[in-house]
């Protein structure tokens, strides 16, 4: 399970990484606003994914207490 959501959380980063670079070739064209907004919206959903999904892949099990 492990792997999976460490291969989920890169294809999540590489999405928003992809509008990272789509934006502001969005704002240098003068697309309409909604085009912005989308792209932002798409942007920050690939971003929130790929933290979750980072953070839940490498979270440390609690000790067992003897």
Known sequence: MKV???IFGIL????AL????YLP??????AYKSELLGSFAGLLIGAAIS??????AFKKK?????
């Not at 992809?18 to 670079?21: D, G, I, L, N, S």
């Open 4 to 6: 999976v959501k460490i």
């Open 51 to 56: 933290i979750v999904l980072f953070k839940s």
């Open 25 to 30: 070739l969005l704002i240098i064209r003068g």
């Open 18 to 21: 992809m509008h990272c670079v």
């Open 62 to 66: 609690p000790a067992a207490s003897p």
């Open 12 to 15: 999540a980063g590489v999405f």
